[in-house]
């Protein structure tokens, strides 16, 4: 019961955090953005239904999909953050003075803060609802990352509006497409307790030298792989290591100092088990 009710506080938060960044940056300076309402404006001109009840069916029709798939507790909790969204957008409307800046800047901020709104609220079980559930179901069934999905819907929605409004809105409403996806993605790794590393695997006749350094001087484990050369079928020993971002310029810097022909592959990763990552210890 107290789980239940501190995840329905956090969803409020998320949506006054959405709120915030609607209230005061995006509607003020009529910002292009993505989601239910995009859709809506891209709809108008070819069916003879107003704005309202497009955004209420799709709302409606997406609302019962996201219940058949995700559940009857995401449903009770995407029912609390669409009651609770307008309720804060009222709050933010009346009470907080939109910001006097350049459109460029309101959706940078309106975009960051919608992301790490709905970064809580899909934390906490729930969504803000529209366009957010079909990317929380793609994460549920395929593994697909809930920021990409978010920022391929919302891309495509502004992206449609070039015949409607031209090149300008359009350019500006995809970097607020892009800091919202971006701040959903990276709060959701610092929610959950993840961080972002980096896999370096490394080629070299130096490898002894290379990975002695790395013990030493970065304090992390590798692993030695064996390989051979496709073309010329020579044996070589491939270095693996997994290191946190602010220690991959050390490696790299390792690597150069011993063998500056190395052929080096690094690779994003964004959830590492084990030693030295979710516990103490070296890898």
């Not at 938060?13 to 953005?33: E, K």
């Not at 891209?42 to 219940?67: H, R, S």
């Not at 695997?201 to 051979?228: F, M, P, Q």
């Amino acid at each position: 019961m107290l789980k239940k009710a501190k995840n329905i506080l956090c969803i409020i938060l998320g949506c006054f955090a959405l709120a915030l960044g609607v209230g005061s940056f995006i509607l003020p300076y009529n910002i292009l953005s993505g989601g239910v309402a995009g859709i809506a404006v891209l709809l108008k001109p070819f069916i003879t239904i107003d704005e309202d009840t497009i955004v209420i069916v799709l709302n409606i029709l997406l609302f019962a999909i996201g219940t058949v798939f995700l559940g009857k507790e995401f449903a009770i909790n995407t029912v609390v953050a669409t009651a609770a969204y307008p309720i804060c957008l009222i709050i933010v409307q009346r009470v907080i003075p939109s910001f006097k800046v350049e459109p460029l800047i309101a959706s940078i901020y309106g975009g960051l803060l919608g992301g790490v709104g709905t970064a809580i609220c899909i934390h906490n079980g729930g969504s803000t609802g529209g366009m957010d559930i079909p990317p929380v179901i793609f994460e549920k069934y395929f593994g697909f990352d809930v920021s990409k999905g978010i920022m391929i819907c919302d891309a495509l929605t502004v992206a449609c509006g070039l015949w409607i409004y031209g090149i300008e809105p359009v350019l500006i409403g995809l970097i607020c497409v892009f800091m919202y996806s971006f701040a959903v993605e990276k709060f959701m790794l610092l929610y959950e307790g993840r961080q972002s590393s980096k896999r370096i695997e490394i080629i070299s006749d130096h490898y002894k030298e290379i990975i002695n350094e790395i013990h030493i001087a970065v304090d992390r484990g590798t692993t030695l792989i064996n390989a051979s050369g496709g073309y010329t079928d020579i044996e070589k020993k491939v270095i693996l290591c997994v290191v946190p971002e602010k220690d991959y310029q050390k490696v790299i810097d390792i690597v150069n100092k011993y063998d500056e022909t190395a052929f080096v592959i690094v690779s994003q990763t964004y959830d590492v088990h084990g030693e030295g990552f979710t516990f103490e210890g070296r890898l």
